[in-house]
């Protein structure tokens, strides 16, 4: 077992070590992981996308209509990672075992 932690990488190996004998916990903790992973990274493309929306709100105060506004942000990319994240985050999770 490793004796010093090394980032987010020395903590799964340090807890794969900790179930590798243990079989179908071993199995359940990698879904867990991959699950926990799934859902952080849906969580920082949703906060990305939302803050992205947030700051062209000032679009707004400059003038221009509500339609100029959606049509903007429509058009540009990192305005998509506001859906793609909420929807990884709901696979992440609808799609656990209850078990």
């Known amino acids: 077992m490793p ?3 090394e980032g987010i990488f020395g903590l799964i ?3 794969n ?3 590798i004998s243990k079989g179908q916990a071993n199995r359940m903790c990698n879904e ?3 699950t926990s992973i799934i859902f952080l990274i849906g969580f920082g493309l949703t906060v990305s996308g939302g803050v992205s929306i ?3 709100l000032n679009l707004l105060t400059t003038g221009h209509s509500f339609y100029d506004f959606a049509s903007f942000i ?3 990319p990192e305005c998509y990672l506001l859906p793609i ?3 990884l985050m709901a ?3 609808y799609n656990s075992d209850p078990k």
């Open 85 to 87: 994240g909420i929807i």
């Open 32 to 34: 867990m992981l991959f």
């Open 54 to 56: 947030i700051a062209y």
């Open 3 to 5: 004796s010093k932690i």
């Open 17 to 19: 070590h900790i179930f």
């Open 74 to 76: 429509f058009y540009r």
């Open 91 to 93: 696979v992440a999770i």
């Open 13 to 15: 190996t340090l807890i």
